[in-house]
């Protein structure tokens, strides 16, 4: 019987709302979502391609929990974020998610070793010690493991917490520009990492960025403006 | 163990190895240290200054009585581990052979003195002696020329046939009055009975002389002061009225507020390093939390974390200010005497409760911000704390410090002044730094590209400006006043003790001998008072009311040494001119014209005695009674070391009664033999050297200034912390801009002429007020701390805005060198 594959993002009517200004002018209203609706399927690659200011990356904090919707419901492995306060929220990232960030976001006096342990110690993993050292053999730092992230290279920094994101085994993992401050050939490296390990360990991936040819390695690519999806374009389905 | 425990212990691990704990942890090791260091340090400067000076009183605390004190509470000394010696001093005629001389007779138990020693003259020049044995006495040279008699002769004192043992070289509380009843005599405190000059009614004073520990005498005075009765007066060196007792009052109020000041810094370098501490934290709370770690989690954490910082700098300072106190200590054995006791109890306990108070205080706000960075900075970026818990952070920091500095000095008076000078300052600040940095905007236009920069620079990040000024200022401030205060104190004690300060008092020169001591002082060039004559009488009568009884209450319950005055004979005097020292305070100086009869009398004695001007004083001076009125009330300053007069009289009044003179004058050490060859020759003249106690009084000032040296290297290296804490967290978003000026094509020397400007401008306008705030804490601390007269230091707002302008101008641009050296394509690298 062919199942198919389970909703583990599940996202309804989405809307942000932010006011702005004061004194004066007084304040007004800013939407940076229309009501937008999403369901990414467990093990898709989904990228969120548009222009600056076009709310891609506030989108991508709602989906992550990191940010709440003003309306809308959302549903994370089936959670209902839209209810959860921040520690709900906390919770479930640490049991499901993971993250990769454009200016890397290592811990700055913490070793490359001990930046990747950190989720795993999180999610109370008792081998986190060992687990983080396979990551950073799969990308290539076996020999970096006691580095500070200030005595390696940008592409380094961004294979260190590629492993990072990838220790836990999160369900999904959310990637903000993941090679916005890299070089082109870096970036290129960078990208097949994510994806090769991405599809090593099933996860499903939404990233943001505005590398197009980046967004064309994942399945499926929405493009947004002005708060709201205009396009769809799936590459291939998801057996 | 939980996750948090073991993830905290290693983030501070390596931090600490990496060096970026080190403003942080050096700001709290700086507050233990300075504090250890100097309630260690200040607290056994005061007591070895008390204890050298405590010699003055021959101990540490004397109960003197005109009747025999209970015997409670000698068992009650005994109980509480005081030594005790008993003394009784009475007046009373000498005889030997045809001569006589009414002397002083201090009759002392074994063991006296109890601080200080009694030198008698032997062979082998002067020997520490404690009584002289029973049936001998110990006398001064000058009873022996008056009574004709030589060492190993007998004299008579009452009923008592006695021999002269010894010559007294020094007696460690000798009186400085310079109106002293005749030449002393020691006399063993057993043979009292023997001379049977103990009768009822006789004059006599008890002393009780008590030495022990601080905490023990402390506990006896609590327990004795109570039951102090009319007749009895309870004493130590700082409640006499001495210039000594005055220095030393002032000394160590002076040591505490200086420490304080230093403490003060401290406290405000940890205060910024802390702020700087959460905000460098921020990104990793941030990732933690995106990670999934709870609020709870992140406290834990961090409170772990600032516990293990706090302990292991409270450690290091704890074992930095000892060895600080160690090394100034041994500094200052030369200046120091060996006995000084120390303990460490009290500056550890004060040392760890300021750590204690300041890791909590001022990490309070800080962490909490930490702790509820949002999480969407992982996205969104970091843009810092935000003020919104400004109160939050300030009442808690204010708090300590208050508590600190009242702790440390247990001054409420010098906690409040300097408390609240410091936050006038910060509030006068926000105002005026703004004002100034606008005002130099609108010149920076005008000048060149650098100094416009750096204006534009400053008015940019006003508000952060607002902190670095109120820090800097505070420094500025904090430096300046010690630099003022310790300049005002030391001038005004040298001006008390000039060079040339008298050491020498001559007493009962007869009029015949006058011209011949002119003739002496003016041969040997020695800088005198002028000879003022001297009468005594008894004051009988204010207008017709007769002053017995309220005399002789006087006489008993005021036994200062200038009250004892009151109440039988005073030692008056005539002038035309007003002698130095004295101030008119009501009336009139006597007119030049005319030989009215008229009197000028001292102003707490007509307080006392309910004088006013107009009334009449009637004196009974011999068989002749004298009415006078009085014309001016005089404030006189009994700190001078010259002849000082209750009772003044117009010239004429008194020239007919018989009359000594009394001059005091400053010998130099190159003519004291002639000074002593001289007096050989008129062995009636009584001479009082004071050399003792104004080499005392030098001590003072310069242990106390060798002290201040100490404190104000403290001082700066705390205000270079400050600088150097409030320079690093600006670090940051400096980076951010010189990476886009050199982007945009600035010069380097641009950038380092522009950096350099910003941080002088800062520093002159921080040194400028600075000044003032300092003028203001320097008014209140003259008026209130020190009550000397206040005065205005123009010199130092040149000194304020020039080491301001230097200062900050120098640390701050040798903090930003490192960023000002990278290049362009590093410095964007490392920023984007």
Redesign the interface.
Known sequence: MNTSPEIILDCRELTKTVVTGSGKSGAKPLTILQPIDLQVKSGESVAIIGASGSGK?TL??IL?G??LPSSGEIYLKRKPMHTFD??QR??????H?G?I?QSF?L?????AL?NVM??A????DDNAKEQAMVMLEKVGLGDRVDH?PSQLS?GEQQRVAIARAFVSKPDILFA?EPTG?LDSKTGEYISTLLFDLNQQQGTTLVLVTHDQKLALRCQRQLTMESGRFINQQVMAEVS | MP?WI??SL??FR??LK?G?LTIICFAIVLAVATVFSLSGFSQQIKSALVNESNSFIASDRVLQSSRPANENILIKAQQSNLQNVQMLLFSSMAFAQDEMQLVSVKAVQNGYPLRGELLIESDNGPVAMSAPSEGSVWVEQSLLNKLKVNLGDSIELGAANLKIAGIVNKEPDASFSVFTQGPRVFLNFNDIEQTKVVQPGSRLTYRYLFAGDKADIDDFDLWLTPQVEENQRWYDIKSQQSPLANALKRAESFLSLASMLGILLAAVAVSVASKRYGQRHQ??V??????????S?IRNLYLLHWASLSTFSIIIGLFVGFVMQYYALQYMTSYIPTNVQSSYWYPLTVAITTGLLCACAFAYAPLKELVATP??S??RGFNGFTSQARWQSVIPAISAVFLLLLLFSQNIILSVVLLLSTAVVVAILVVFGRLLISLGRQIGSGAGQSLHLAVANLKRRAKQNNVQLVSFTIAIMLLLLMLVVRTDLIDEWQEQLPENAPNQFLVNINESQVPKVEEFLQANDLFASQLYPIIRGRLTAINDEKLLKKASKEQEDKSDNGRQGIGRELNMTWQQQLPDENVIVAGQWFSSEGKKAEVSIESKLAERLNVVVGDELAFQIGSEKVRVPVTSIREVNWKSMQPNFYMIFSDGVLTDFPVTYIASMHVPSVSKQDFQQFLSVYPTISVIDVDAMISQLRTVIDQVSIAIEFILLLVVVAGSLVLVAQVQASMEERERELAILRTLGAKGSLLRNSTLLEFVVLGAISGLLASMAMEIAVFFIQLKVFEMATSFHGFYWFVGIGVGALFVGSVGFMSCWRLLKLSSLTLI?RT?
């Open positions: 990356t991508l904090s992550a990191l940010d921040e520690e906390s919770k479930v990232r640490a049991d998610v993250f960030f976001l811990i700055s006096s913490l070793t001990e950190l989720p110690e999180l999610a109370n500070f940008g903000d401050n | 996750m073991k993830q290693r983030l390596h931090e990496r970026e990104p990793m941030a990732v933690f939390k995106a990670m999934g770690a709870s609020k989690y999480v969407l992982v996205i690298r984007l």
